[in-house]
């Protein structure tokens, strides 16, 4: 049943773009249509699967000569992740209801790119899951090449070669794994099961991590990311960073860490004090955490300052899974959600809400406006969007934050410290960007240029549709917990559990 | 399954501020006398726990506890002792104070008051959660509504002021939170009880869980309480880390500052009581001298600091943190010595914390109940030099500021006393040099409200210094119960002490260091 959110979503891609061109508002309704439909398989799925465990929903020979089946899966991990792009889609495409330039095409488009992103989530033959994977890279350029802003062919371009690059590493990795194991299966769990050499992961670890850590916006290959938001229409930023970064994420854990467990091992010669590949990323994640915030801290842009925020919540993850602890490795999950809900809201906020009225994201320029008063719906959602990302507790960024430094404190105590730094560094930047945004003080009682138009319904909705996910994962966590961590425990990690987690 | 009180405790101001936020706009008067209303039926709910309270059990009562987060082994766990009860009672009565010193807020009232029924909300789950996730999220949750009723409906310079109150706040929280988490990874749970129960013992587990076997593991627990005592030393807040508090006190609203110094600075002092001195007792043993000095430094500076200022809130800020100071000296003297000869000592200090925070709530909040009229009637300003004779010209309003004035000096007779007088008595014989030396700073409160009072309210009236009207009738009769409070507190204090007597020994006998 599962599977049916791929379909869905492949099928309604087909629809719209038979549909006529002036069935503007079909075509919405219909996005919606099979947004909420795949949302609500998923919260099936999810109410259904309560212990987390892994379950096959489809197993077909594919190309029997090469080994490669159709083998769809979900575990916790996938099931919590599916049910996040479930719900960043609606939200996506009710913050697009106002999108009037080839309608049709747009969302066709994102249907496409939500499909595919399905597909990875679900895919557990490593074949399968490549092929979803670069068709994710197709619908996301399409969108900002044609309803970007801002340098929109540089963004979609810079963001296409990352990716591209990233999944040419991707496919080296996968491949030599593949011949490394006897060319007879590309399954994700037989794969993990062999027994490469520990010279082999070592070798082929840091390239899969890096080829799938580049999507996850991985410091120092992070810099599509800023770019390629800002230039992103509204719902495909929402969609790039809350759900495709964490393709990037979900895939270092699930294929990287899982096939190559030994490539996290200690290094027989310490290179520049550093011990392992563990250590390194780490340390990475860490410079992305700080570096990210301190960057959002100085921007003029308003996106821009979500955008680099993003690179710094990203980090939180990359840490996390490095962790290589219970605590670590739930907390990052949880921070996969809870990003991928409050990014887009904060996205939504800037691109729909602001930009879409003002026609200007300067935060010098947006100061004078007088927001708060003009659009307070606006200013509450950031507010509320900002210090949920922050890490308030209340909000599922808190629970995320805690459990990563939990996992940290015991990993790398060192590094956890950076992260305080980080956490708040990342209360001043969201501060910051707030006040200048929408609390700034009127100098002059400039009329705004032209009346800006209220916050319409369905942005209200979608709005709420986010903002309560974080709510409930940050009151009550336990709910995606205890899905999350059985499958932690499955047999898939057993090589990483031996890490002395 | 008994009724959760504490629970709809901590609900019904959230209630409050949805009801206010549902009200009709288009009334002036509406929103302010719903909150009043409201807040005074919380008040009622609030003396309903006190009298079904136990006095004669120091242990844990209204006890609520479920599982929650069995993931992170994180329980919904709430209970009062009388430490909590005291903090419930004194925020109850500072906000229907904090909302009459509001009463002419124009700009977005409903607004206004939800925002501060929120932060009510958020200061009884404070002081009711015993478990470090949930009472995080209430801590933190609390800066946000302060923050914007600072920074909305503050004064000119109310933006950098809020910014620099929620900054250094966070900086504190983040030291805090990091100290918290690695003593989890130590003990695995963030329950207060039962850290409290385990005094240092979960230290080398610490060292060991960080893979810092290298360090002495005393080291190590002063680093984590650092961490911890910073988060509390800011909201108190103790100097050095007060800086953020003058201008925060002085910037916002006169309302909410009386709802700051009155309720939310005691969530500071609740942090001292309820965590650090419960759980890091040999570490405060150990940095004792240290921690002394700081305190008579808060007590002493701030009270020369208030002697200095012109601006009649900021002198009523610095004289906050002054009296807090004292609850400081009382609660770090606690530590001094095991000898059983001198528990009477340990008793009267601690009571006199209790009666300290209740007593400087209400003086407090009153008093910028009182700053929040003169300044209507004056136009805005509020420096000593604008007013003068008012004795002549509005003799009810000079009397019964009087008399708020006096009990902050600690006059005999009024609230401010018989917790002045605990304090000083149980600290002398336990620190006689550090209780002598604050002795300074009440004398130097005595001069600086004695100037307040002198320039205020006596003098000449001179043309171009503020008329102001006297009391109306409905403002006496708002008054009177809060001044009638305080002569009962000071000459009845047995009133609270008789409650609390079961928790304060109960609490004195667990320190163990």
Not at chain 1, 363 to 384: D, H, K, Y
Request: charged content about 10%; proline content about 5%; some cysteine.
């Amino acid at each position: 049943m599962l599977a049916w959110t791929i379909y869905i979503s492949f099928f309604g891609a087909a629809i719209l773009l038979l549909l006529p061109k002036r069935a503007a508002s079909f075509a919405r309704c219909l996005a919606l249509f099979a947004a909420t439909s795949s949302c609500g398989i998923a919260l099936a799925a999810f109410l259904r699967h309560r212990t987390g465990e892994f379950f096959t929903i489809v197993d077909k020979p594919w190309i029997p000569s090469l080994g490669i089946q159709y083998h769809l899966a979900a575990d916790g991990i996938s099931l919590s992740l599916v049910l996040l792009t479930g719900i960043v889609a609606i939200a996506g495409v009710l913050f697009s209801w106002n999108i009037e330039d080839r309608t049709n095409q747009f969302f066709a488009f994102y249907l496409l790119l939500i499909g595919a992103v399905y597909g990875v989530f679900l895919s557990y033959d490593l074949f399968l899951l490549f092929v979803f994977y670069e068709l994710v890279i197709i619908p996301k350029y399409f969108l900002i090449a044609n309803w970007g802003s801002t340098r929109r062919e540089y963004g979609a371009m810079k963001l296409a070669i990352y990716s591209f690059v990233g999944s040419a590493m991707v496919l080296v990795g996968l491949i030599a794994a593949y011949v490394g194991a006897g060319s007879s299966s590309m399954s994700l769990d037989k794969l993990a099961g062999f027994p490469f050499s520990a010279h082999f992961q070592m070798v082929a670890f840091p390239v899969v991590f890096v080829g799938f850590g580049i999507l996850a916006g991985l410091w120092p290959f992070h810099t599509w990311a800023p770019t390629g938001h800002v230039a992103a229409p509204t719902a495909a930023s929402m969609l790039l960073a809350g759900v495709v970064m964490k393709l990037g994420a979900y895939c270092c854990l699930r294929v990287a860490m899982t096939l190559f467990p030994l490539g996290l091992g200690t290094w027989s010669h310490p290179v520049l004090g550093i011990t392992s590949w563990r250590e390194t990323f780490a340390i990475l994640a860490v410079i992305g955490i700080l570096y990210g915030a301190l960057v959002a801290l100085v921007q003029r842009d308003f996106k821009f300052v979500i955008g680099y925020s993003s690179v710094s919540h990203m980090g939180f993850i990359l840490l996390g899974l490095m962790t290589l602890n219970l605590m670590g490795l739930s907390g990052a999950i949880i921070q996969m959600i809870s990003h991928g809900l409050l990014a887009g809201l904060l996205f939504a906020v800037v691109g729909r809400m602001v930009y879409a009225r003002t026609h200007t994201r300067e935060l010098a320029a947006l100061g004078p406006m007088n927001l708060s008063s003009a659009l307070p719906f606006a200013a509450v959602t950031f507010v509320i969007a900002g210090m949920a990302g922050m890490g308030l507790p209340g909000f599922s960024g808190f629970v995320a934050e805690l459990m990563i430094v939990i996992g940290a404190w015991r990993a790398f105590p060192v590094l956890a410290v950076g992260v305080g730094f980080g956490i708040l560094i990342g209360v001043v930047y969201v501060w910051r960007a707030m006040q200048k945004a929408f609390f700034a003080e009127r100098r002059h009682e400039l009329p705004p240029p032209h009346p800006l138009q209220p916050i319409t319904v369905p942005e209200k909705i979608a709005a709420a549709l986010l903002i309560a996910s974080s709510v409930a994962i940050g009151l009550y966590p336990q709910m995606v917990l205890n899905i999350i961590q059985p499958a932690l425990h499955s047999p898939l990690f057993a090589g990483l559990r031996q890490g002395g987690w | 399954m008994t009724f959760p009180a504490l629970t709809a405790l901590t609900l019904l101001p959230v209630a409050a501020a949805a009801v206010l936020l549902l009200l009709p706009r288009s009334s002036a008067t509406l929103p302010r006398i719903t909150s009043a209303t409201l807040s005074l039926l919380i008040l009622a709910f609030t003396l309903l726990l006190w009298v079904r309270f136990d006095h004669t059990s120091g242990a844990l009562q209204f006890q609520e506890r479920h599982a929650w987060i069995p993931a992170l082994h994180v329980e919904y766990r709430l209970a009062i002792d009388g430490l909590g009860l005291i903090m419930l009672l004194l925020t109850a009565i500072v906000v229907p104070i904090g909302i009459a010193a509001s009463w002419r807020t124009e700009k977005r009232s409903s607004l206004y008051f939800a925002l501060v029924f929120l932060l009510q909300a958020c200061m009884f789950g404070t002081f009711t959660a015993l478990n470090f996730f949930h009472w995080f999220i209430f801590w933190e949750l609390s800066l946000i509504p302060a923050f914007f009723l600072i920074r909305v409906w503050g004064g000119k310079l109310a933006g950098r002021a809020a910014t620099q109150f929620l900054v250094y706040t966070m900086v504190g929280s983040v030291t805090m939170l990091l100290s918290f988490l690695a003593i989890y990874l130590a003990t695995g749970t963030f329950d207060f009880i039962e850290l409290a129960g385990r005094g240092d013992s979960f230290l080398p587990g610490v060292a060991a869980n960080l893979g810092w076997q290298h360090v002495n593991p005393q080291h190590l627990a002063l680093v984590l309480f650092a961490g911890v005592f910073l988060g509390f030393a800011v909201k108190v807040p103790l100097i050095p880390f007060h800086t953020w508090l003058p201008a925060a006190y002085s910037e916002a609203p006169s309302g909410v500052t009386a709802i700051l110094t009155g309720a939310m600075s005691k969530m500071g002092v609740y942090g001292f009581l309820r965590i650090l001195l419960p759980i890091f007792a040999p570490q405060i043993h150990r940095l004792q001298t240290s921690l002394l000095w700081i305190t008579m430094a808060t007590i002493v500076l701030s009270a020369f600091a208030a002697l200095a200022q012109h601006d009649l809130k900021r002198i009523f800020a610095y004289s906050s943190i002054n009296h807090l100071g004292y609850c400081m000296l009382a609660a770090f003297a606690l530590v001094r010595t095991s000898d059983a000869g001198l528990l009477p000592e340990q008793y009267a200090a601690f009571s006199g914390i209790l009666l300290q925070v209740l007593s400087h709530a209400i003086t407090a909040a009153t008093i910028f109940w009182f700053i929040s009229l003169l300044e209507r009637r004056s136009g805005g300003t509020r420096l000593l030099s604008d007013f003068g004779g008012l004795r002549r010209i509005a003799p009810v309003f000079a009397g019964l500021m009087g008399i708020a004035l006096f009990s902050s000096l600690g006059l005999p007779g009024l609230n401010g006393f018989p917790g002045e007088f605990l304090i000083f008595k149980g600290t002398f014989p336990l620190v006689p040099w550090a209780a002598s030396i604050s002795v300074l700073g009440l004398l130097i409160t005595a001069v600086f409200i004695l100037g307040v009072i002198q320039r205020v309210f006596t003098g000449p009236l001179q043309p171009g210094r503020a008329v102001v009207p006297d009391l109306t009738s409905g403002e006496r009769i708002s008054f009177a119960p809060v001044v009638a409070l305080m002569f009962v507190l000071g000459l009845y204090p047995q009133l609270v002490l008789g409650t609390l007597n079961s928790t304060v020994i109960s609490y004195v006998h667990q320190l163990r260091f």
